[in-house]
């Protein structure tokens, strides 16, 4: 099978890309200042420097499922974040959705996040970050309508930690608290461990 990935750079799409690209054939999307990670040899990149570029490599590719994995995150987001939200979490999906049909795929798979729903309460962001995330979802489901032939899927994280993750979560500062002889203070009255 032939696949599209993003964010493979990130903690979510690399992890996948390592995983699949054992038996699938991966082209995994990377603008051209991100960082460089390890990659099997069963993955072509494809290095895009703007919006125009991607759009002309996109119509070149045969792919049946995407993978879209790519986001920028911030849970406290400050005016820099701005352009990136819409960069990162429409702009560039979208520019991919555009594409499904030319690139004849027929599985779309988009991960986003439960912050959407805060509280339990539907289309409920908790910050900007996740209302972002609902706007690209809202914009799904016009393409949903478009490429009716295509099967769409969204699936929602909360969280995420798996081998060899070296990002501030509470199992890594336990972890290094514990080899420290440290005692971990959890701060909000609410945590339970």
Known sequence: ???LLTGGTGFIGY???QKISKVDKIFLIKRAKSQNKKLTKNIK???YSNINDLNKKLKKIKVDLVIHAATHYSKKH???DLEKFSNSNILFGNIILENLDKMKVKKFI???TVWEDYDSL???PYNLYSAYKLAFSKIINFYKKAFNKIKFYELMISDTFGRNDERIKIINVLK???KKDKITMIILLTQII
Request: aromatic fraction near 14%; avoid cysteine; charge should be positive.
């Open 1 to 3: 099978m032939n696949i």
């Open 15 to 17: 992890n996948i890309a």
């Open 45 to 47: 990149i494809i290095n």
């Open 78 to 80: 400050n005016y820099n």
């Open 110 to 112: 988009n991960f986003s």
């Open 122 to 124: 539907k289309e409920n």
């Open 176 to 178: 290094k608290n514990y």
